[in-house]
């Protein structure tokens, strides 16, 4: 299993950028698909962006589908979400999730601690 530390969260205006990463640890991070994830208050969970082991297979929820680039790079195990157009309604904590049961619903078996994001307008 991984272990999964977010940053690069913040304050930012809408039409702004922000580029979110994804520590991560453990032997397996090369072998196992990534994700991300939102949870804004009173909301459920919401799928924002997954990848696939190799990075070459990548899908997006449709209501960042265009607006935010998910990345990773397995040599330093790290995952990015460059998200650019901001709204205030990205405004969410994000998740890196890990190893995906049914990453749509944003389940993951392992996942970090999250990262505040919020969008002015």
């Known amino acids: 299993q991984v272990q999964l530390v977010e940053s690069g969260g913040g304050l930012v205006q809408a039409g702004g950028s922000l580029r979110l990463s994804c520590a991560a640890s453990g032997p397996t991070f090369s072998t196992v698909a990534m994700g991300w994830f939102r949870q804004a208050p009173g909301k459920e969970r919401e799928f924002v962006a997954y990848i696939n082991y190799s990075g070459r297979l990548k899908n997006y929820g449709d209501s960042v589908l265009g607006r935010f680039t998910i990345s990773r790079d397995n040599a330093k195990k790290a995952v990015y979400l460059q998200m650019n157009s901001l709204k205030p309604e990205d405004t969410a904590v994000y998740y890196c999730?890990?190893?995906?049961?049914?990453?749509?619903?944003?389940?993951?078996?392992?996942w970090g601690r999250g990262t505040q994001v919020t969008v002015s307008s």
């Open positions: 999730g890990g190893d995906p049961t049914d990453y749509l619903k944003a389940d993951f078996r392992s």
